[in-house]
């Protein structure tokens, strides 16, 4: 079964600055997806960036972009010039390429960004 | 473009009542669709998800149910809700194999 780690509860981060968020995965697939997804105060689940695994270039999308590292099995999240509102509950998650049905979820890292 | 419904938004329940949630999905046809259960400070797990109308897979055993009688609607039922029924659920739909999944804005259920 494939699992999903985020070894850090909550992160602080100053406005302006950069965080990077970690996310460890464990499988023995070779084609998958990876995601972050962002989930305000109001919960709404928000895609913030996908990664497809047979691809080595690291997803970007603005502020937000990923080190994917599929030997070490990482994907971790840095997010640039930090606002206010990037406060959030951020999930790694993980998803078959044959299985899309089977998305599996982090336990989630509570990122506050202060003024 | 798509866009994904919820209701209601929030809900109080006694112990051993009915329990009916709703989710509509618009712009998109045959789109899979998911039930997930958030509780408090965590991550998200998976209840049920459709293929199709009147296809549903459990992925865990509990006392709720879930329906597809069209489309675009997802349903989660319960004849008799339990304390530990209480939590935020999420619907999502995807569009297929290799699609990511979108976020309804989730019912936060309370069991009293």
């Known amino acids: 079964a494939q699992t999903v780690t985020q070894s850090q509860p909550e992160m602080s981060v100053q406005e302006a600055e950069t965080v990077t968020l970690s996310c460890t995965y464990d499988?023995?697939?070779?084609?998958?997806?990876l995601f972050w997804y962002k989930q305000p105060p109001s919960r709404q689940m928000i895609l913030v960036i996908r990664q497809e695994a047979y691809k080595q270039q690291n997803a970007t999308e603005n502020r937000f972009s990923v080190n994917f590292q599929k030997a070490a099995k990482s994907f971790s999240l840095k997010i640039s010039d930090s606002q206010l509102g990037d406060t959030a509950m951020y999930f790694c998650?993980?998803?078959?390429?044959?299985?899309?049905?089977?998305?599996?979820f982090g336990a989630g890292t509570r990122l506050t960004v202060k003024p | 473009s798509q866009t994904i419904h919820q209701w209601p938004a929030t809900l109080v329940q006694p112990v051993g009542s009915p329990l009916s949630l709703e989710c509509t999905v618009e712009?998109?046809?045959?789109?899979?669709l998911y039930w997930y259960r958030q509780a408090a400070g965590r991550g998200l797990q998976l209840l049920f998800y459709s293929v199709g109308i009147g296809q549903i897979s459990s992925e865990v055993p509990q006392n709720l149910s879930a329906s597809r009688p069209q489309d675009r609607q997802f349903i989660l039922s319960s004849k008799k809700l339990l304390l530990s029924d209480s939590g935020f659920y999420l619907c999502a739909w995807s569009g297929g194999v290799g699609y990511e999944q979108y976020f309804g804005p989730g019912t936060r259920l309370t069991v009293t």
């Open positions: 499988t023995s697939e070779n084609n998958y997806y």
């Open positions: 998650a993980f998803m078959k390429h044959v299985n899309n049905n089977d998305m599996r």
């Open positions: 712009g998109t046809s045959n789109p899979n």
